[in-house]
């Protein structure tokens, strides 16, 4: 067998593994004597709409030339197509952090606060140039809330319990449990909404902002400190440090530029359908399937022996 140094991980939003016979004659031509592609298990809830197939490479492919011809294959295809080196793949992740509006959630809370406020578009524009990384987070979070001045605090609960929860998550966090990995939220998001996912879902640690509110209404000034890159990046070392796991054993998820610090400080940063600036600073990214393509994401040590 040739020395495998990557491996290429396909997951497709179906449930028939057909749909990777482009994948198959791509990494065919790169060596016919290739180990085969094998597929792997999907959670049983989801085995109606996810196909997952991984594949080990030779060790003479050009990365380079290889990550182009994916990204062409991927669009065309809509199959998330993640190349991984192998040691990568076979470590042991023992934290995991996620962000949470448009990670593990479909959708961003203030945004939704502000519709509530009748601000909708106003506030929504200035998020989609903070997640881009054209403004500063923390200047437009606090312009944000300002906006927000005076809502009927039964917005907020209304909102929490109708969250359009990411497909996968319930997966995924069963498996993470499962493995014995350790899970939080670092979410520039609203703490209440934070909260009602960890009680929902399981998650160890939450860390949000406030949401201040006085005799029933927000109030537009934040109460310090402001969950930022910066804050996301600490947060997620502490966490790290306080259980003795090595930065190269943390996973982070996430989608806006406020994520970029915390996900290359993780050993396996993951753009879940980010921005393209995100993307391109993630080691891998997701944007056809669900969070529980994660999942697909985490091999073991003795995989290429297990079949």
């Not at 031509?29 to 594949?55: F, I």
């Amino acid at each position: 067998m040739t020395l495998t140094q990557y491996t290429l991980t396909a997951m497709a939003a179906v449930g028939d593994p057909s749909c990777f016979a482009p994948v198959d004659e791509l990494v065919d031509a790169l060596d016919p004597g290739a180990v085969p592609g094998r597929d792997l298990p999907v959670p049983r809830a989801m085995s109606h709409c996810r196909a997952v197939r991984t594949y080990y490479l030779p060790g003479s492919v050009t990365i380079e030339d290889l990550r182009a011809s994916l990204a062409t294959l991927s669009q065309r295809e809509s199959i998330d197509l993640v190349l991984q080196p192998l040691a990568a793949r076979q470590r042991q992740y023992r934290l995991a952090v996620f962000d949470m509006d448009s990670t593990l959630i479909r959708c961003e809370v203030i945004d939704e606060l502000a519709r509530c406020a009748g601000v909708g578009d106003q506030v929504a524009l200035i998020t989609e140039r903070a997640m881009k990384g054209e403004i500063d987070f923390e200047a437009s979070f606090r312009e944000r809330l300002a906006l927000l001045e005076g809502l009927d605090a039964s917005c907020i609960d209304a909102l929490a319990a109708g969250l359009p929860v990411t497909e996968g998550v319930r997966e995924l966090m069963l498996t993470l449990r499962a493995r014995g990995v350790y899970t939080a939220v670092i979410s520039g998001g609203f703490l209440p909404f934070a909260e009602y996912l960890q009680r929902q879902f399981g998650f160890d640690e939450v860390y949000a902002n406030a949401l201040p509110v006085e005799q029933g209404r927000v109030i537009g000034k934040p109460l310090l400190p402001i969950v930022d890159g910066d804050f996301k990046r600490r947060t997620l070392l502490d966490i790290a440090a306080r259980l003795s796991v090595r930065p190269e054993e943390v996973i982070a998820v996430g989608d806006g530029a406020n994520d970029i610090p915390m996900m290359t400080a993780a050993g396996l940063g993951i753009a879940y359908a980010a921005k393209p600036r995100v993307a391109e600073r993630a080691d891998c990214q997701i944007r056809y399937v669900g969070l529980d393509g994660v999942l697909y994401l985490l091999g073991s040590k003795g995989e290429l022996d297990d079949g």
